[in-house]
Each structure stands twice: as C-alpha cells, then as structure tokens.
C-alpha cells in the first residue's frame, strides 16, 4: 500500500521523516526503526542448474557434492577475500530444512555475508567453541547455488497458533515504520523481535561526526555509486527474451526502448484496452530481488494506472503482485520485489491507465536478481585510499561508513515515498516542506531528483509582466567602445551594460523582473536602436540566453 492511499500512514511517515531530519542535522542517533534488523531470518539453498559441478563447488552456498550440500562458515567477511584457508568449518544442514541466521547482512566485494549466532550454528554442528560466524549469501554477478531467505515453517506454524491463522509480523523496516509511527485503528500490528546489537551498530554515531560528515557521505557515494546506479538493472544478464502484446506503429516505439537506459524513449501498445501485456522469459536461476518500471505522468491518459504481475511456468501462471501508480509518479515504481524462488515467466499486466486511456507507455524496465549487489553498496568502497577528497570522512573505520550509508539509504527512500506529498509545499504546513532544506544535499541519491526539479521550475514560474520592458540601444557607442575600450573603461557603453542597466526597475516602486515566466512567453522585451529607425523583438538576444 501506497502512502497516499492511507493518510494515516501517510502522517505518520511525515512525522518520522522530520524526525530523522532532526537527528541527521544535530548528529543524534537515528530512529531504532530506520535501523530495524529482524533477529532471525531462515535461508534455503537454491540450486542453479545451469552451472556445472565444477562452479557449484565454488559457489556461495559452500560445497556441493554427492547427495550433500557443505556451507562453510567464515570467521570474518573480510578475511575470506584474502585466503580460503581461514575458512573456519563447514556445516551440513539436512535435507528440507532451512538455515537460521540472523539479520545482519554484510556486503563487500567478495559477495553478501550473513550473521550465524553460536545458538543457530549448534543446531548443525555440536561442540563448537565460537560465538558466531559469517555465511556467504552468494557472490556479486556470479552463478551456482546461493542462499534464498524465506519463512521457517516451524516459525509460521508457531505464530499462527498464537496469534491466529492469518498473523504475518512485520519484518521489513518500511513496515515497522508504519506500525510505529502511523495511526492505527485497533490493535497495533506485531513486529517481529528486532537484533539489538545490530540495530545499536546502525544507530551509532562516532564522537566527532558532524552534518557536514553526512553531507560528504552523500556525495562521496553519488559520485561512486549514484551515477552508476541510473543505468543499473540491464535486463541481458537476467532475461532470455521479452515478448510485448503489441506495438504502435511508430518504429520509435517498439519493445527495445524498454531497456535501451533512455527514458525520453518508450515502448507505445497498440491494441484494445485492458489487454496490453510485458512477457519476461528468465534465465535460469535467476530469483528476482526487484521488477523496476519507468513511467512518467506527461504521458496523461498513456501512463499505467493498475499494474499485476504474474508469475510461473508455460501458461500456468499466478499472480504475484498487484501496484496502483501515482498518477503524477514521474520516475520509476517498483511492481515486483523479493521473489524466493525462480519464475521461469513473469507476465506485466496493465490493467487500467489514467483517465480510462485505452494504450500504454512504459519508458522503461529494470531488474535487480539475487546475482546482482543492491545499488553497489558495499564497505570495501569506504577505504581510506578512496577518501583523499574527503577529509571528514578519512579517519572513520570503513564499516562504520558503510552502516552509515545503508542508514542514508534508507532514509532517502522514505522520502521518495513522500515527497509527491510534499512538493509543491504541502497544502497544510509549510514547516514539513522547510524541512526539506536542510537535506537538500540528500537530494543527489534521490530517484525523483530530475522529477523534483521539473516540478520546482514549473510551480516557481509567474505570470508575464503587464507592460513589456522596452530597452534602448545605443550601438554606435558600443562599437566606440569596442574599437577603443580605454575610452570607456567602466564599460557603461558596452552592449551588455546598456541592456543590464535598461532591465533595471526605474523608480524603488518597481518590482526586479524574475524571468520565471511561462515557456509560451517567449518575448521578454523590445529593443529600440537610438539613431537607426529600427526596433527589435528581442528574439536573437534571447536566444543565446535561453
């Protein structure tokens, strides 16, 4: 559910987003809810059998061999890029069960760790003397078998008969947001217990951080991270082929623009309404973390207003998901995420479009799978060698960067939910849209950004002057000036001066001209030559300013 589709969500987000904003600016700790990590997630091995035997053996899951699958368990997630020997044993778990571990997750180049505590690793392996260890989830942009998190059935089995049949706890920080923060009718909805000591790592602020540190965190990674991230999520790595239910005849608009990273193009359908579909026949193996489509408002009656998602094998397929668009969404909306199993075809419905348009445009497509790293954050990018132009930032330890970051992150994409409420500045308190000024350095990481600033420049606009300013140009003084500048050497005869001074208010009565005035106002003054006869409209001045 949309925010805007529950405005007590929707203030409750506002409230904990201001709050966030106080803490960023006075260095305080975060919200625990923002740094929520659940206390136990359970993992299944999922085999990839496109792989031979030979990367499987290599894969993030561990060993595989003969009717037995070995997942090692690594001191640290660091040591194991220097050398496999550190590796400290391996566990076996049996077949059909799954493999507690706890929340933390720990991303580096190698690949994705996750947190095993000595409680979870006992249930394996008996008579260990450690307090816990790491588990390679699975390896950046590799293939073979990997660990595919999802719901224990003895846990399932546990919460129902407590607290009935339909009892799922929350286990996503975006919905522990919400339970916290936003009203709630009746009882208020169960989280599942959080990790402490990860959530205190996440809120830990070092003794001399500033806002300024927050400030260079976001640019450092923008500058690493950010522009990257505009083309991540090409379809090639994950999609055999793409089939569309139709296409306009317009060549420029066929089912390549769906991942050609341009968003001024679009795929167009061409058929009756309600039947326009997107078919994805995906590699094998692929398990897909998010399903990203770019769509923008402009398009009026074309823009997608209900989307589902279907999912399986053949023609036996399900749905997955169900998405209702911001009708002034410009920008990406995500219509399928957190997938625990492979879908060999996921079928993209539209459903309806805006004003009952009866054809659809989609301007792009975007896939984030199991194989890839989320928005490539990970704590190897925090060494120092990599911070020389940024001095605040040198001497923090690079894992506490790197919490930093996804605490950043995090934040920023709450305030994308929101800031199609915000902006232009909210109908009912201007304090909430204030707030928003002193973040405006998050802005860079944020997936609005260029939607933001179009509708910043269209609602600071004006209406037009009601006498058009009239400017007059002596042009044989300038060529005086041109020809001999020491003659005139403040410049008052140069042409530019003329014009400045003549756009200038002439009485303390009249307001400064803003030139925020509407694109259709294309003539901003008439100029008349002194001593010429001639009078001009202004059209080649203005065309080498605009």
């Known amino acids: 559910m949309s925010p805007g589709d529950n405005p007590h969500i929707l203030l409750g987000r506002i ?29 299944k091995i999922c085999k990839d059998s496109s792989f031979s035997s030979g990367a499987a053996s290599c894969a993030s899951s561990g060993n595989s061999s003969v009717g037995k699958t070995l997942v090692s368990v690594w001191e640290s997630p660091s040591q194991a890029q220097q050398s496999k020997k550190l590796c400290k044993f391996n566990i076996e ?76 706890a929350f286990t996503r920080w975006e919905q522990v947001v919400d339970a916290e923060y936003g009203l ?48 991540l999520g090409s379809v090639k790595q994950c999609v055999e082929s793409i089939d569309v239910s139709s296409c306009s005849e317009d060549p420029s608009g066929g089912a390549g623009c769906l991942t050609d990273g341009d968003t001024d193009t679009y795929w167009e359908s061409d058929g009756m309404q309600g039947q326009h579909w997107i078919r994805l026949h995906m590699k094998k193996g692929t398990v897909v973390k998010k399903l990203i489509l770019t769509v923008d408002s402009t398009d009026d009656n074309y823009m997608p207003k209900r989307i589902t998602v279907f999912g399986g094998e053949g023609d036996n397929l399900k749905k997955v998901s169900d998405v209702n668009i911001d009708e002034n969404l410009i920008g990406e909306v995500c219509v399928l995420e957190d997938m625990t ?27 984030k799978s ?16 990599n911070l020389v132009r940024y001095p605040r930032l040198e001497g923090t330890h690079p894992d506490v960067l790197y919490r930093r970051a996804i605490v950043i992150q995090r934040f920023i994409s709450m305030l994308d939910s929101l800031l199609p409420h915000l902006v232009p500045s909210w109908d009912y308190t201007m304090g909430t849209f204030n707030h928003l000024k002193h973040i405006k350095q ?5 997936k609005r950004r260029s939607a933001l600033i179009t509708q910043c420049l269209k609602d600071s606009e004006t209406s037009k002057p009601n006498l058009m300013p009239r400017l007059y140009i002596n042009r044989r003084l300038a060529m ?44 901003w003054w008439e100029c008349k030559f002194i001593s010429e006869g001639i009078i001009d409209q202004g059209k080649r001045f203005r065309a080498t300013i605009s």
């Open 480 to 523: 005086e000036h041109r020809d001999n500048p020491s003659l005139d050497p403040s410049c008052k005869n140069a042409v530019f001066t003329q014009v400045y001074e003549g756009l200038k208010p002439s009485d303390k009565y009249e307001k400064t001209l803003d030139y925020r005035w509407p694109v259709r106002y294309d003539q």
């Open 15 to 43: 409230r904990f987003l201001i709050e966030c904003i106080e803490c960023f600016r006075n260095s305080k700790p975060i919200p625990e809810s923002l740094c929520f990590v659940p206390k136990e997630v359970c993992y």
């Open 184 to 231: 709630h009718l009746g009882s208020r909805p169960k989280v599942t217990e959080r990790d402490e000591a990860a959530v205190q790592k996440l809120r830990h602020v070092p003794p001399t951080w500033t806002f300024e540190c927050d400030e260079d965190l976001v640019h450092y990674f923008y500058d690493h991270i950010g522009k990257e991230d505009e083309n």
């Open 93 to 168: 778990p049996k077949k059909g069960t799954c493999i507690r571990t706890t929340g933390e997750e720990y991303c580096n180049n190698y690949g994705l760790w996750v947190k095993i505590n000595k409680e979870q690793l006992e249930e394996h392996k008996n008579g260990l003397d450690v307090d816990e260890g790491w588990i390679l989830v699975c390896k950046h942009m590799d293939g073979g078998d990997r660990l595919v998190p999802v719901e224990s059935a003895e846990t399932v089995s546990r919460q129902q008969q407590l607290f009935g049949y339909d009892y799922k």
């Open 370 to 385: 199991s194989r890839e790293r989320d928005l490539g954050l990970n704590a190897d990018m925090f060494q120092s060698p």
């Open 442 to 446: 998050f802005l860079l990481l944020s």
């Open 341 to 367: 199993s492979h879908l060999p075809v996921i079928e993209i419905r539209i459903v309806e479009c805006r004003d009952e348009g009866i054809d659809v445009r989609i301007r792009g497509l975007k896939i």
